[in-house]
């Protein structure tokens, strides 16, 4: 099977193409740093099926950050059949950076200039024959958003496979040109020769490439010298770089027409100067988030989880009728009308608002407002000594803790990117949002919004804390100082966040029937049976009673001493959604979980829930990130009692105000 790899910087449509090209859904966003890992899909190219890899977003192809090595192993190793080099049409400049580099690897490359309509919009004109011209390799305007060109893409892309790699046309001036061909005669003739070359000439590290050296070192370095004197240029790595961009310069004033609107500001500006500006950024933010958990959590979302609930009651109603009339056996009849059904179409109920909440935060997303929100934070975090780059993962980690853990590579060092993977699992997960909504619903009817937005809000500033604490202690940085990229604001497509919010629901669904669904039979299970094996007459002698029981004294100080509660939070540890489902089955129902809590013990119980250790996925993941298991077990016990501290605070501190 033939290969093609996607390539191009972030936010110049890659997922988008990725999606259009394979049929599949990923998860998009109009932010630098979605797309960490590689993914995989297939499509169509010369009427057989090949393989797309999409690789995560660059720059360049220097190895300073974890996701250009990686595009760069990949490149190097596996020599895809075609790259595919997709720019971003209103950036082409920078983008064509990049194209330079992919060119010099001795593989053939098609650009994809994306973003057609909007370049449209701009009233400019691109004219592909003379951009391909210069470059030498096919160029296919085209918008991934609208299909428009995309058809044109794959034939070129299959054009290209049977053509071969290109010879290099690009010429650059004398200078670099000379000292660019003479360090390719030091190495032995190989594809991607051209692509050494360059690397040596600018002193980037790429032994990990080409394993130990070749020898001409000494050459090397002769004609490094002189080129750096030639260009009068600090070091020969910008003196490449400002070739490179020279001769980009000259070829986008060739093949694409300026602005016609001249200097005036873009619409995207003009909607900046508002969105961002001093007084009105942080009010609107906020009026954004809590007018998405209103209509979330407020009417129309707890309309539609009604709605839910009412189905699901129905349908064990009926399946236990169907059951009794085939004479099964009465504790079969209660495992799947109590255990299976009860505790699933407890948590299933709350299907409706998580996809809401990630259809509008998809929305967002896409439309370009993230990325200022993530902007907006990054002035505030720095106050607290933290940068924006972090501030992308842990948006993640609101959806989930696993992704966002492993977004955590995008930031700068080493120390930032750990004392991110340890900040990320107090953000809220999605997988948390059914016992909120529970406990809320229960407790405070009226005010769920209001609960939930505090909760979330209650992360977020343990999060921020610990930041701060952890930041001047266990994970000292002095590398600050990052720009984030402000993508051009966008319409969001409603179809793409759709499909993300259907990703999620999809995800939470499959949770549902495999996990979850194991974990409640479990439940019900050691429910039912005593120590001994036998079943278990009352609820008191059961298995399930003695685990809850001998944890349930450690959290008498938090107000919830019962088993169920902390049998609930156990079962937490393998699904965050177990915990809602198992305090609705071991409770047997919302009633009981009001007669067991008061609202104070119930708020103690959230905060706990919202603080405490992430499922046993995301914990696998944050020791992989480490790359310690050491770091991992601080991280876990660090949560715990932060947790516990809190839930603590808030239940003790009620008390003594006379909740
Ligand atoms: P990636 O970071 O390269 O994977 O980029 P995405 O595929 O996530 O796209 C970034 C943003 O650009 C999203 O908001 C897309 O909806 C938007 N986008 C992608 N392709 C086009 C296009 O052809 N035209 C327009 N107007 N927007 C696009
Ligand atoms: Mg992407």
Redesign the pocket.
């Known amino acids: 099977m033939k290969k093609a790899a996607l390539i ?12 259009r090209l394979t049929g599949s859904r ?10 960490v890992e590689k993914k995989e899909g297939v499509f169509t190219l010369a009427g057989e099926e090949a393989a797309l890899v ?1 690789l995560p ?1 660059i720059y360049s192809l220097s190895p300073d950050t974890l996701e250009e090595r990686v595009a760069l192993e990949y490149l190097w190793q596996e020599r895809p059949d075609v790259i595919l080099d ?1 720019l ?1 049409a209103t950036n082409l400049e920078r983008n064509l950076y990049l194209t330079l580099q992919l060119m010099e690897l001795g593989i053939p490359v098609v650009a994809a200039v ?5 370049l449209k ?1 701009q009233g400019r004109i691109l004219t592909e024959a003379v951009l391909e011209q210069q470059l030498g390799i096919p160029v296919v305007l ?5 299909g ?1 060109g995309v058809e044109r893409l794959t034939e070129r892309m299959a054009r290209a496979l049977s053509a071969g790699a290109p010879g290099d046309r690009v010429r650059y001036d004398p200078a670099t040109q000379t000292a660019l061909e003479r360090t390719a005669s030091t190495l032995p003739e190989q594809p991607g020769r051209r692509f050494l070359a360059a690397k040596l000439l600018a002193g980037e590290e790429i032994s990990f490439l080409t394993g130990a050296a070749a020898g001409g070192e000494v050459t090397r370095r002769q004609i490094r010298q002189a080129y750096q004197t030639q260009t009068g240029q600090p070091d020969c790595y910008l003196a490449l770089a400002d070739a490179r961009y020279r001769w980009i310069e000259k070829a986008v004033r060739k093949a694409l027409s300026r602005p016609a609107a001249g200097d005036a500001p873009s619409p995207s500006d003009r909607i900046d100067r508002v969105v961002t500006s001093r007084v009105l950024a942080i009010p609107l933010f906020l009026a954004l988030m809590a007018g998405m958990f209103a209509l979330t959590f407020g009417p129309v979302g707890s309309s539609l989880k009604g709605m839910m609930e009412a189905l699901f009651f129905r349908l064990g109603e009926w399946a236990a009728r169907l059951l009794a009339g085939l004479n099964t056996p009465a504790w079969a009849v209660d495992l799947i009308e109590e255990g299976i059904l009860g505790g699933i179409g407890g948590v299933l109920a709350f299907l409706p608002q998580i996809g809401m909440l990630f259809f509008f935060l998809s929305l967002l ?4 407002y993230m990325a200022r929100a993530a902007f907006l934070m990054d002035r505030l975090f720095r106050r607290f000594g933290l940068s924006g780059k972090s501030f992308i993962p842990m948006l993640m980690g609101f959806g989930c803790t696993t992704p966002g853990v492993m977004a955590a590579r995008t930031a700068g060092s080493r120390a930032e990117q750990r004392l991110t993977v340890m900040l990320v699992p107090f953000l809220s997960c999605g997988a948390r949002l059914p016992i909120y909504l529970l406990m809320a619903g229960i407790f405070l009817p009226r005010h769920a919004g209001a609960v939930l937005l505090g909760l979330y809000g209650l992360g977020m500033a343990v999060a921020v804390l610990s930041g701060l604490f952890l930041k001047n202690t266990l994970f000292r940085s002095t590398r600050a100082g990052y720009l984030l990229e402000l ?1 051009p604001y ?4 409603v179809g ?1 966040a759709l499909l993300s919010a259907w990703d999620r629901c999809k995800g939470f669904l499959y949770k549902a029937a495999t996990v979850i669904f194991a974990m409640n039979t479990v439940i019900w299970v050691l429910q039912h049976l005593t120590p001994a094996l036998a079943p278990a007459a009352a609820e008191e002698e059961s298995l399930f009673c003695l685990i809850g029981s001998a944890l349930a004294p450690l959290f008498e100080p938090l107000g919830f001493g019962f088993w169920q509660a902390a049998a609930a939070l156990l079962a937490g540890l393998i699904a965050k959604e177990g915990v809602a489902a198992t305090m609705l089955v071991l409770f047997g129902g919302q009633a009981a979980i009001a007669a067991a809590f008061t609202p104070l013990s119930a708020l103690s119980f959230l905060v706990f829930c919202a603080l405490y250790t992430p499922c046993v996925a995301a914990v696998a993941t944050i020791r992989k990130e480490m790359g310690s298991t050491a770091l991992a077990a601080f991280s876990l016990c660090y949560q715990t009692l932060t947790a516990y501290g809190m839930a603590f605070l808030v239940y003790q501190g009620g008390r003594l105000l006379g909740f």
């Open positions: 191009g910087n972030p936010n110049s449509g890659k997922t988008t193409l990725f999606n990923q998860h998009t966003g109009n932010w630098a740093g979605v797309t999409d977003g997709i971003d994306n973003m057609a309509d909007e919009s085209i918008s991934a958003k609208t428009e997303e896409d439309s370009g993508p966008r319409w969001p497509s793409f």
